[in-house]
């Protein structure tokens, strides 16, 4: 029997960091959708250089060969013209691994994918420098489970395949909550670092304080009614402490949204605010704040798709 093969489909940040870090333990393909040098260099947290030769495809030339696992790991609005770009390519039964942040489309391609669906929750932080080089920022805890409850014995046994591999992983059967849980930490801290191009630091010091505060009390509100509890519980109180806690725990950072408005990237507003407002929406609730900043993304977004102004 062939070994069996992970593919790891989205050579950005995340794919390249888990594809370094499996390799060690399974085979690996690392699938994009343009051509990537083979040799690829992980920097770790401790600050040590490891090159790994690795095995790169094209996602419009895919192997032959049947994927024991697949993790998508492109950006939440990438995922579903990726997943539509593999389906094609792999027989029924394969399981399919999300590792995006929101919670948009992973309700959506738990239903589509024809095999078991797990969604991954990450504390990871990575970054890429170059073609050839990516940077684990920082360790952080993976959480692993189905939206629909099942598939826990896969959880697990990934769960112990990421943990060997330098990612250490839990399989959950909460998979939801711990979703919603980065969700609204995300919702709370992306949209204003970057409006205001800040670190998430500078989100202590006024005028940003009372910012924050807003956001998360539109966020308690909304998660309260759709029944998502802070860890350890609490309520308002508990979400403040969540959100505050990782502001403090990642006061240096430039936060994702803020890097990909700078680089002139589309952010993941869809999937971080859009679930919040629909969450709203559905409980009635007025949350004005989420909806400013959703909307001022939106109206960002379609100018990034604008043809330039002729000159
Ligand atoms: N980076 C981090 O520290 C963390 C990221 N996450 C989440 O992980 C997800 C990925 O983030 P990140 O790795 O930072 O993002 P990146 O932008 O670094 O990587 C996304 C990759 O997906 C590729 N891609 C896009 N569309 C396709 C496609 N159709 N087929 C194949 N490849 C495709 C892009 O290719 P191309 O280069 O051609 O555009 C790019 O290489 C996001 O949802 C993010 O929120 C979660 C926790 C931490
Ligand atoms: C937690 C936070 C805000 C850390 O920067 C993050 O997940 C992000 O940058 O998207």
Redesign the pocket.
Known sequence: MPPATHWI???????RLIALRLADQVPVTL????RLPARQTLVTPEGDTRIAPLALER?DALPADIPTMVHL????H?SE??HA?LAAALPDGVPLVL???GFACQPRLTEQHRGPVLCAS?T?????QGDDRVTHAGHGQTFLGALDGRHARLASSLAQTLSAAGLPAEAVDNIHVRLWRKLAVNAAINPLVAQFAIRNGQLRDRPFRPMVERLIAEVAATLTAEGITPPGGGGLEGWRKLVWQVVEATATNRA?MLQDVQAGRLT?HEAILAPLLAAASRHRLSVPCLAWHLHDLRRRAAALAEPPAAC
């Open positions: 489909v989205g050579p950005g940040a995340m794919g699938i994009g959708r343009r996602i790991t492109t950006k939440a990438g013209a990726a770009a590792w995006q942040n990450t990871e932080g990575a970054h890429v994702s993941e």
